[in-house]
């Protein structure tokens, strides 16, 4: 038994609908997935009804973009619930913040002279939690460059002429509420980016786990994160990050993850529910 925890869809820069996805997780022959799209909750209702179809078990989470100390760190959340409202509120801000981060890079390509509409990136994102992903669409929509890879490099990667400075929201207080909305927090794919020395401050502040495999983490990566996960006392979890046809292939079942790991994410997420209701009040 196998699971993929890292996953995204059209809720936001991922290409396939919840129920495609869900169809491509069956074709794999997992019997678990999250759904872990950027910033957004969003998808998660109908990911579940179409895993509940499909026979297969459904954890509801996101990927939050975060910082710590001037470093991008991108938090995991599984088992949060979907309709805690400060989650809702706080994803809401960023929704808006990634929504006025477009409208800035297409002003920057527009003083280029590049002839992008920022409503045409909308129009193509048709999600709350738009990104540079879309913008590079956008630009090989309007034949102003011919491939995505193209986009990046000479408009939307860092230092780039259309890349703006994210936003974000405190890796600490990003932890924190993803333990509020009753989930779990885990540092995704560290080995993107190479920024180990915060780890003992996120695990000071409650991280529980540590995305060890991932797509782009070779096998020593993998063990690396591995010795660290055992070091912290974190969980370990691991997926494909798979966003559909928008890297030219799917990822969906390059990263296998043994049942076993979610098995000991629910026990941890079974034991803060009761020892908060069981907790001193
Ligand atoms: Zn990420
Ligand atoms: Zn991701």
């Known amino acids: 038994m196998f699971a993929d925890l890292h996953l995204h869809t059209n809720f936001s820069d991922g290409t396939y609908t919840p129920e495609e996805l ?42 939050l973009t975060t910082e710590h100390g001037g470093n991008e760190l991108h938090l995991l959340a599984y088992f949060v619930d979907t309709a805690h409202p ?14 006025n981060r477009i409208r800035e890079m297409v002003a920057r390509l527009n003083d280029l002279g590049i002839p992008l509409d ?19 669409r956008a630009l090989v929509q309007a034949t102003i460059c011919s ?23 405190s890796a600490v207080d990003a932890i924190a509420l993803i333990h509020e909305a009753g989930g779990l927090a885990v540092m995704a794919h560290p080995g993107l980016n190479r920024t180990d020395d915060v780890i003992p401050d996120l695990v000071a502040a409650g991280l529980d786990g540590i995305e060890c495999f991932h797509t782009k983490h070779t096998t020593r990566i993998a063990e690396r994160y591995l010795m660290m996960a055992d070091k912290h006392h974190l969980l370990v ?22 049942y076993t790991h979610v098995q000991e994410l629910k026990l941890r997420v079974s034991q803060k529910k009761s020892s908060t209701t069981n907790g001193p009040h």
Request: proline share 6%.
């Open 86 to 99: 400060r989650l809702l509120r706080e994803t809401a801000t960023f929704q808006a913040i990634r929504q």
């Open 147 to 169: 491939s995505l890879d193209e986009a990046f490099e000479r408009f939307l990667k860092k230092g780039r002429p259309g890349w703006v400075p994210k936003t974000r929201m």
């Open 22 to 63: 869900v169809g491509h997780a069956r074709r794999c022959q997992f019997s678990a997935i999250a759904l872990t799209d950027h910033d957004t909750v969003e998808g998660c209702a109908r990911a579940a009804a179409a895993c509940v179809a499909a026979g297969i078990e459904f954890i509801p989470g996101s990927e």
């Open 237 to 258: 979890t691991g997926g494909s990050d798979c966003h559909g046809m928008s890297k030219g292939r799917p990822l969906i079942g390059t990263v296998k993850l043994p």
């Open 118 to 136: 920022a409503n045409a990136v909308f129009r193509l994102a048709n999600c709350q939690s738009p990104g540079r992903p879309h913008v590079a």
